[in-house]
């Protein structure tokens, strides 16, 4: 659905309203296929609204879970006008909804109620209602336009972000998927006060990650002002949400289709999603396996010494001040079975992004058998609690 | 996956192999999003088997039906190495098998086979196998490349060529799906002896649109030479073939997405897409579906002048001489009900496409309720039988 004239044509007359004058971010996202705007701020819905004041005429839908919709459901709808209330769809909670048989029921639910190829569908909810709602328009009637309002840290600073669309099938997390961009993102900070704390950690571990990656500014800032970030100050989750949607929309804008530098977002995944599926999917949450994820690559970047030791120390420290990093238990055989599995390798390459420094990192493709063991070794050792 | 670099570096390695001396008409196809080739010749295995053996290195699958690959597997399978043979996957026959339910196994089949990002997978067989085998492609691991290899007449004549994929829903045909290019397309004349006589009629009927629509010459073609055509006569087969694929692809490649021009592929369609779904999918080929569709088109377009009485005679005659035509009953609601509900309408517009003359369509976006209506009456007494 890249490229298509109909989905420029609406980003352009969502971005393009007037008289906007609250005080939200507006982050600008280009690609080579879309372009659109992630708005950020402490209360965004007012944006949400006078955008689709603009909207007659065309049916909206919104997919959401039973749990954010009884928190924020009446805030959500209070964005539309009176005679132009959305239609809502439900997903379960849980990985286990991520799956075809639930895009077929949504899909067929789309149908039953009418929409076509100029309805918008508005996925409200956290990274799995995101990339499931995602796909789901990619693939109803062959492309409908979206619209992303993250309602979790980690959705907003990560998933709605980039135009990956996806879900599960039972040999893997995100084994299917879409390339498909929203045509806006609105991240509220006002949603994220009724986010579990452990979930605020989780995301949290992803801004960490952009400020070692590419973001030396964001990497001190998150250094010093962990407490405060972690008490929810709104002022520095904003300076942090929005700095780290920053570094994804350029590195998405540089390389859409991941064929170079946008590999470098994937700092802590190899191990990352290793550890997710050692573990069943169950014991850690996404942004905490990075986190074990990062340990681990540090681990090899301080051995290789891409980074130097106060650096990696620096590093390491700044990511366990947003922890705790949940214990859990992997053999080193399965991890590492698992690493090798992973689906961001091309044929037969291990692929591992190292930080050179902060604010720098680099994709290697030449870790050997022995590093991998003995960063999986490691992580094992101090993950075992 | 449309401008998917990789996509497109492959596809111009299996274009440029050289020294092709086989008679093998090559028909390129240029969209804002892909650049391939169909070859369209009495035997394009030989050309298969050349490309293939450019592509050492990467895991080749396929998906067939066992139909197909009981009578031209063996066939097939020669066009690859001895030591790369593809992993062959299969599709049941039948509509109700192009369901996200089969897509899930089949993409359940390539992870445990170890299909990555580089691999490639073949679709050989008809437009179902096409279809459902485009999207299977277009949506693992986010869109990995493809090579049509179509069997049937109307997959050669259609559905192969211009990127459209999908599965059906309850609800309807085609409600998902993706727009994902293959990187070729290889039509094999010869696998076509053994296609049933109806269903050759079948896909015969699209080429006679691709005549009405836009090109005067290949309608003439077809209205002097059924008898020949009809027989299988491999050169007038073969001249049919190629000059439907290279309307199509000149279609296509000026309007990838059907923001256009690409509408008047749909002659024949808003009626026959009714018809389709007012008999449950099961009494009619979707060609035959086209044909009836055609007719009740052509029927508004005398009533309107928009074509002469003499042109719409011959255009008349020529449908049918390529039928029979076979019989079916619907109620006139029901067909009224189910052509306003087609998925090619955007919201409240009924659309249909009329010949200007022969070789020339319009589309038109105001025929009244009254001209539906006679016209979807008229074909139901004629389709009485």
């Known amino acids: 659905m890249l490229g298509d004239l109909a989905h420029r044509a609406t980003?352009?007359?969502?971005?393009?309203?007037?008289?906007?004058?609250?005080?939200?971010?507006?982050?600008?996202?280009?690609?080579?296929?879309?372009?659109?705007?992630?708005?950020?701020?402490?209360?965004?819905?007012?944006?949400?609204?006078?955008?689709?004041a603009s909207q007659s005429g065309r049916r909206v839908f919104v997919l959401s879970s039973a749990e954010i919709w009884a928190l924020w459901g009446r805030r959500f709808l209070e964005a539309f006008p009176a005679g132009a209330q959305p239609t809502a769809l439900f997903l379960p909670a849980g990985e286990r909804c991520k799956r075809l048989a639930q895009v077929e029921r949504l899909a067929g639910e789309l149908a039953a109620a009418g929409a076509d190829r100029s309805s918008l569908l508005i996925a409200f909810g956290g990274g799995i209602v995101g990339d499931l709602g995602g796909f789901?328009?990619?693939?109803?009637?062959?492309?409908?336009?979206?619209?992303?309002?993250?309602?979790?840290?980690?959705?907003?600073?990560?998933?709605?972000?980039?135009?990956?669309?996806?879900?599960?099938?039972?040999?893997?997390?995100?084994?299917?998927?879409?390339?498909?961009?929203?045509?806006?993102?609105?991240a509220d900070i006002g949603v994220?006060?009724?986010?579990?704390?452990?979930?605020?950690?989780?995301?949290?571990f992803e801004s960490v990650k952009a400020g070692i990656i590419r973001d030396a500014a964001l990497f001190r800032f998150m250094e010093k002002n962990a407490e405060k970030i972690l008490a929810r100050d709104p002022a520095a989750l904003e300076r942090v949400i929005a700095a780290?949607?920053?570094?994804?929309?350029?590195?998405?804008?540089?390389?859409?289709?991941?064929?170079?530098?946008?590999?470098?977002?994937?700092?802590?995944?190899?191990?990352?999603?290793?550890?997710?599926?050692?573990?069943?999917?169950?014991?850690?949450?996404?942004?905490?396996?990075?986190?074990?994820?990062?340990?681990?690559?540090?681990?090899?970047?301080?051995a290789r010494g891409t980074a130097t030791d106060a650096e990696c120390a620096r590093m390491e420290r700044t990511i366990v001040a947003?922890?705790?990093?949940?214990?859990?238990?992997?053999?080193?055989g399965r991890l590492i079975e698992a690493a090798g599995r992973d689906k961001k390798n091309r044929a037969g390459t291990r692929r591992f992004v190292l930080p050179q420094g902060i604010g720098d990192a680099v994709v290697v493709e030449d870790v050997?058998?022995?590093?991998?063991?003995?960063?999986?070794r490691w992580v094992l050792a101090r993950a075992r609690g």
């Open 11 to 52: 980003a352009s007359r969502l971005m393009h309203y007037s008289g906007l004058t609250l005080k939200t971010n507006r982050i600008p996202v280009k690609t080579a296929s879309a372009d659109y705007s992630v708005y950020v701020g402490n209360d965004v819905f007012p944006v949400l609204r006078r955008q689709m």
């Open 136 to 186: 789901l328009a990619a693939i109803y009637m062959r492309g409908i336009e979206y619209v992303q309002v993250p309602t979790t840290l980690l959705a907003q600073v990560d998933s709605s972000v980039g135009g990956k669309t996806g879900a599960n099938l039972v040999a893997g997390k995100n084994l299917i998927g879409s390339f498909h961009h929203p045509v806006a993102v609105f």
């Open 192 to 204: 994220l006060q009724t986010l579990p704390d452990r979930e605020l950690r989780a995301g949290l």
């Open 244 to 302: 780290s949607i920053r570094m994804k929309a350029e590195v998405v804008g540089k390389d859409e289709r991941e064929s170079g530098l946008r590999m470098i977002l994937n700092f802590g995944h190899t191990l990352g999603h290793a550890i997710e599926a050692a573990t069943g999917y169950r014991r850690l949450l996404h942004g905490e396996a990075i986190a074990w994820g990062m340990l681990a690559a540090l681990r090899i970047a301080r």
């Open 322 to 332: 947003y922890g705790p990093l949940p214990a859990f238990r992997a053999s080193a």
């Open 368 to 376: 050997t058998d022995a590093e991998l063991e003995d960063a999986a």
